[in-house]
């Protein structure tokens, strides 16, 4: 049974919207343009797990232009459902960046004006008052802007900040940024980006329809959906990660929450290298089962593919692969029967009569 919201909770959030001056919590529900979509023909806000930059060739410091569009979509959030996302360029997460130590990056935001809310963004990465978050607080309608110096290598997340941020970031308002250390990361065969959130809904999970938002739950940490890139079960299918046998994969990883600690974990596979807490200048941590991933945090971990088969993503809270949070990476291949083989039902029927007998004597 779920504990009601206590007064407390909802007397904070008031108190913080108060302090900022920021009017009461908006539904978002409002009319968009049928181009943001509809409960009836919903966007797909999943970003796909490859959709990154590849590694930076170049060695000289540049200029990074980053151009992020708050928009508020009708998205599908599982079979049969939808939910009325707030996003980064239409997808969940945002779009990945990437920029080298030394990198100047140029941020521009702009607030559709058929947004309901206000929007910002807070990159990890700044050194900087409220990570860009002031400079970028911009009405439905308004484009904002700032510069900031990538100082320290690592895989930072962004979101936006404005009150109460986690609002926004719990219908979608995350993402990460990469920033290489000189000399770049060690090469892999195939990069991947994913991201873990939440999403509070007031109906019950695997409820139909159009599903709306509950601040309570919000308030409450409860939420009824969890998800990798935004919606429920979205890395599988069309949408799973895909490698070959023999081939080494890097997973960008982070929660964008904006609550719950992720227990990060590929059910078959262990990683060989995971750089903790997303420090890309302390060495790896080596053959490890399962990172722990605070919201807010990131991760990178990386893995040599031995052998073909379907690997399940999860976070080892595993109540929550019942509630949407399931991955797939597909490994094709030739199989190696030395490292893995199943037992045929004739080899086990075999073995059970050897111990019958010994049992017997």
Not at 69 to 87: N, P, Q
């Amino acid at each position: 049974m779920r504990r009601s919201p206590g007064p407390s909770n909802a007397i904070l959030a008031l108190a913080i919207l108060a302090a900022t001056g920021t009017s009461a919590i908006a539904a978002g529900s409002h009319d968009h343009p049928t181009e943001n979509g509809s409960a009836e023909a919903p966007l797909d806000v999943v970003r796909p797990a490859r959709d990154l930059a590849p590694p930076i060739a170049r060695t000289e410091p540049a200029t990074v232009a980053v151009k992020l569009d708050t928009v508020e979509v009708t998205g599908k959030l599982a079979d049969g459902a939808t939910y009325h996302y707030w996003t980064f360029n239409k997808k969940v997460p945002g779009p990945f960046v990437r920029a080298r130590v030394g990198d100047t990056i140029q941020v521009e935001l702009s607030n559709r004006a058929d947004s309901s809310e206000r929007h910002s963004v807070d990159f990890h990465a700044v050194t900087g008052p409220g990570g860009g978050a002031v400079a970028t607080d911009a009405a439905p309608g308004e484009t904002k802007g700032f510069s900031f110096k990538a100082l320290k290598p690592g895989l930072y997340v962004y979101h936006c900040a404005v009150p109460l941020a986690a609002h926004h970031i719990a219908n979608g308002m995350y993402g990460l940024i990469l920033v290489e250390p000189p000399g770049g990361l060690p090469p892999v065969d195939r990069e991947f980006y994913v991201m873990q959130g939440e999403v509070y809904t007031s109906q019950p999970y695997g409820s139909k329809g159009k599903l709306t938002e509950s601040v309570e739950r919000l308030l409450d940490e409860d939420p009824e959906y969890y998800v990798f890139n935004g919606a429920a079960n979205a890395l599988a299918g069309e949408n799973a990660l895909t490698a070959k046998v023999g081939e080494t994969v890097r997973i960008y990883f982070g929660v964008g929450g904006p609550n719950k600690t992720s227990s990060f974990h590929v059910i078959g596979e262990i990683f060989d290298k995971v750089y903790q807490l997303a420090s890309l200048t302390t060495e790896p941590l080596s053959d490890v089962q399962t990172i722990t991933v605070p919201p807010g945090g990131a991760a990178a971990v990386d893995m040599k593919l031995e052998f073909p088969g379907e690997y399940v993503l999860v976070d080892h809270a595993l109540s929550r692969a019942a509630r949407g949070l399931v991955g797939k990476l597909v490994v094709s291949g030739e199989n190696r029967a030395e490292l893995f083989q199943s037992a045929t039902p004739a080899a086990a029927e075999v073995e059970h009569s050897e111990h019958s007998a010994h049992r017997l004597d």
